[in-house]
T-cell receptor, first 118, second 116 residues
Framework: AQKVTQAQTEISVVEKEDVTLDCVYE???????LFWYKQPPSGELVFLIR????DEQNEISGRYSWNFQKSTSSFNFTITASQVVDSAVYFC???????????????WGAGTKLIIKP | GAVVSQHPSRVICKSGTSVKIECRSL??????MFWYRQFPKQSLMLMAT?????????EQGVEKDKFLINHASLTLSTLTVTSAHPEDSSFYIC????????????FGPGTRLTVT
């Protein structure tokens, strides 16, 4: 069965600290996609990254970086030099690849609330 | 590109009334739209999947007679909460998929429903 686990319910750090949000997933498919979304207090989901199962390269985008490790079924997200504006709830999600008729439904983690204190 | 809008962004209604929420894909045609609800401090819960021109597929535990979904065109899906009750108060989010074989979902900004 497919599942996404974000064990950290809430993380609080002081501004400029680095912080890593963990995501562990379960799937039997060999083709799948992993996502991270940010949900600020306004509620609107902000897409951060998508990674397919065949691409294990880590990615860096500014202060954000992602570490995808199939061996441990993890897709962790690190914010370097955190800022107050990074405060939000972050969701990790999994979509299993399928045939033409697949709906590619997203399986969501519970989310991690990140609080950056000034 | 790939913008999804929702209307209204916030709605307050009285118990027993019905509320319609619109989800529109503004610059693309969406063959599939998804409806989610999110309770405070919780994750998104998929309510239903709708494909244009066909009946929606509801997730287990979601009452299809209470949450009516219509996906009459490739750019519009509506969710009607019938005979709303306070426990229906939630944040409703829609998303749209561009093509049958696409894994990309584009999310609307959400609608906050409060039933008094």
């Amino acid at each position: 069965a497919q599942k996404v686990t974000q064990a950290q319910t809430e993380i609080s750090v002081v501004e400029k600290e680095d912080v890593t949000l963990d995501c562990v997933y379960e799937t039997r498919d060999t083709t799948y996609y992993l996502f991270w979304y940010k949900q600020p207090p306004s509620g609107e989901l902000v897409f951060l990254i998508r990674r397919n199962s065949f691409d294990e390269q880590n990615e860096i985008s500014g202060r954000y970086s992602w570490n995808f490790q199939k061996s441990t079924s993890s897709f962790n997200f690190t914010i370097t030099a955190s800022q107050v504006v990074d405060s939000a709830v972050y969701f990790c999600a999994l979509s299993e690849g399928g045939g033409y008729d697949s709906n590619y439904q997203l399986i969501w983690g519970a989310g991690t609330k990140l609080i950056i204190k000034p | 590109g790939a913008v999804v809008s929702q209307h209204p962004s916030r709605v307050i209604c009285k118990s027993g009334t019905s509320v319609k929420i619109e989800c529109r894909s503004l610059d693309f045609q969406a063959t599939t739209m998804f409806w989610y609800r999110q309770f405070p401090k919780q994750s998104l819960m998929l309510m239903a999947t709708s494909n244009e021109g066909s009946k929606a597929t509801y997730e287990q535990g979601v009452e299809k007679d209470k949450f009516l979904i219509n996906h009459a065109s490739l750019t519009l899906s509506t969710l009607t909460v019938t005979s709303a009750h306070p426990e229906d108060s939630s944040f409703y989010i829609c998303s749209a998929r561009v093509a049958p074989s696409s894994y990309e979902q584009y999310f609307g900004p959400g609608t906050r429903l409060t039933v008094t």
